[in-house]
């Protein structure tokens, strides 16, 4: 009888232990993928941008309702401006962007990822889901007459991965930028952990089975598959240019090296000293920090506008 007690006792802690574990990975999951929606402060109108369509797109992954903006321009070539994490389409330095790669004579269009800015949606689909996103947004292209292999795709942080998972699986991505990716989603968790919540980095690998297990339940995708280290062989040899800077505290230089390694056709451009993201205001100057937005500029409009034929930067 004593026996069974004690086993009775030992499967209920058990359970009991499991269902603190999951829920635990749920709390945390739940904070993870849930951005801190950001809503535009101004309109492109008020911006300087007078002739934006504005777009009402469905996500080709499940139908999530997206909003994004077409930058007109009778260039042949367009590229797709994607944001980071918690943040939105014409958030930051975007502007700067836009302006630069419209004088080149591209088409931009820019979008607000799942569950930013204006777009439905309440969570990240860690890099995966956004794939359909991208999809929406070439189908627009193409209905543009935009034709395959002369879309580019410009990421930041969050949106440098998207890039990257993006042009893995679509053909007519001809080139990239992706500036300041993660390597994996496994590999960036611990930090956005940290960030979001204060609790211990290292907290994200024991939580991890748990995470895992609820991210294939609730959301259809799989934390390992989220890893543009992974994808950067399947992009080549359509060419990558990674940023990044070599003081970014949020993603480690490192991961940039990394996937440069893992890429046959990426080249890196480490931006010497720059933080998270810097590279539109840092840019380097003989190893130091240096303002000189319009290198920056020149060199990213200049890597999509040779790739993409589309002639001389202006």
């Known amino acids: 009888m004593a026996g069974r007690h004690v086993g009775a006792w030992f499967a209920a802690s058990l359970l009991a232990a499991c269902c603190l574990y999951l829920g635990a990975s749920w709390v945390i999951l739940t904070i993870l993928i849930t951005p801190e929606r950001k809503p535009h402060r101004q309109s492109p109108a008020e911006l300087g941008f007078h002739h934006v369509r504005e777009l009402a797109l469905r ?185 990044h800077g070599t003081a970014d505290a949020v993603i480690p230089y490192e991961q940039a090296e990394r996937l440069q390694a893992a890429g046959p056709s990426a080249v890196l451009w480490p931006l010497r000293g720059a933080a998270h993201t810097q590279g539109v205001r840092l840019v380097p100057d003989c190893g130091r920090p240096a303002p000189t937005r319009e290198l920056f500029l020149r060199r990213v409009v200049g890597f999509l506008a040779h790739h993409l034929a589309v002639g001389h930067a202006r």
């Open 59 to 243: 996500s080709r992954t499940d139908g999530t309702p997206l909003r994004g903006w077409l930058v007109p321009s009778d260039g042949p070539a367009a590229v797709i401006l994607l944001h980071g994490l918690h943040s939105n389409a014409w958030d930051c330095q975007t502007p700067d962007l836009v302006r630069a790669y419209a004088r080149a004579g591209f088409r931009v269009l820019l979008l607000d990822l799942r569950g930013h800015g204006a777009s439905g949606g309440q969570h990240a689909g860690l890099g995966l889901l956004e794939r359909g996103d991208v999809q929406a947004a070439m189908d627009v292209l193409v209905r543009e007459k935009v034709a395959p292999g002369r879309i580019g795709v410009h990421g930041t942080s969050y949106g440098a991965a998207v890039a990257l998972l993006a042009a893995a699986e679509l053909g007519a991505i001809g080139a990239v930028i992706a500036d300041s990716s993660f390597t994996s989603v496994r590999d960036a968790i611990g930090a956005e952990l940290a960030r979001r919540t204060g609790l211990p980095a290292g907290l994200a690998g024991v939580l991890m089975p748990g995470l895992r297990l609820l991210t294939r339940l609730t959301e259809g995708v799989e934390v390992d598959d989220a890893a543009p280290v992974e994808a950067m062989g399947r992009i080549a040899p359509r060419p990558v240019l990674l940023i």
